[in-house]
T-cell receptor, first 115, second 117 residues
Framework: QKEVEQNSGPLSVPEGAIASLNCTYSDRGSQSFFWYRQYSGKSPELIMFIYSNGDKEDGRFTAQLNKASQYVSLLIRDSQPSDSATYLCAVNIPGGSSNTGKLIFGQGTTLQVKP | GAGVSQSPRYKVAKRGQDVALRCDPISGHVSLFWYQQALGQGPEFLTYFQNEAQLDKSGLPSDRFFAERPEGSVSTLKIQRTQQEDSAVYLC???????????????FGEGSWLTVV
């Protein structure tokens, strides 16, 4: 079992719809959770982070965390064609003698928003 | 520079050739990471530096991979005797502090695309 799992997709939604991206993780010691967006041929770009159970909203994006279920999700409201990209879930798994901030990534979910 | 800079952007190497990939992190950033990203996959952690100290190299796939950051700024990832399975994008990332926190964003460079033929 991989440490961070995502459905590779593609997830296809019409413009204006809500896109829901999901991620599960295996290490209960995980403390912080990140969503990165990666356009084809580009580097990952941080769009959201969440540390506490519940919802965190930032503009059209909402991150949801449920530590008991080891589940984190990203909702994108009013999806736009420009949101079409791969969305990477990343988890910080502390360990060793220092909390290095090392991130473990899922394989990413490809989102396609159709006009 | 304003962001994490990597060079070369693209490299084609013949199998067995040695390659060196350079990363220039954001000025003042303490933490530096190297990741390997194969096509269609998420980035896989390779190694981590805190200033000049390499504190975690658990992700390096073999002893052909070597990384250094001698003065705590620029880092080089060296791959010896390249193999076809080494073909991937090598991403460098940096962050200001050490611990993961709300303000400690990890910034990625554009990557070095390595193709081994």
């Amino acid at each position: 079992q991989k440490e961070v799992e995502q459905n590779s997709g593609p997830l296809s939604v019409p413009e204006g719809a809500i896109a829901s991206l999901n991620c599960t993780y295996s290490d209960r010691g995980s403390q912080s959770f990140f969503w990165y967006r990666q356009y084809s041929g580009k580097s990952p770009e941080l769009i959201m982070f969440i540390y506490s159970n519940g919802d965190k909203e930032d503009g059209r994006f909402t991150a949801q965390l449920n530590k008991a279920s080891q589940y984190v999700s990203l909702l994108i409201r009013d999806s736009q064609p420009s949101d079409s990209a791969t969305y990477l879930c990343a988890v910080n798994i502390p360990g060793g003698s220092s909390n290095t901030g090392k991130l473990i990534f899922g394989q990413g979910t490809t989102l396609q928003v159709k006009p | 520079g304003a962001g994490v800079s990597q060079s070369p952007r693209y490299k084609v190497a013949k199998r067995g050739q040695d390659v060196a990939l350079r990363c220039d992190p954001i000025s003042g950033h303490v933490s530096l990471f190297w990741y390997q990203q194969a096509l269609g996959q998420g980035p896989e952690f390779l190694t981590y530096f805190q200033n000049e100290a390499q504190l975690d190299k658990s992700g390096l796939p073999s002893d052909r991979f070597f990384a250094e950051r001698p003065e705590g700024s620029v880092s080089t990832l060296k791959i010896q005797r390249t193999q076809q399975e080494d073909s991937a994008v090598y991403l460098c990332a940096s962050s200001l502090w050490v611990q993961a926190s709300s303000g400690n964003t990890i910034y990625f460079g554009e990557g070095s695309w390595l193709t081994v033929v």
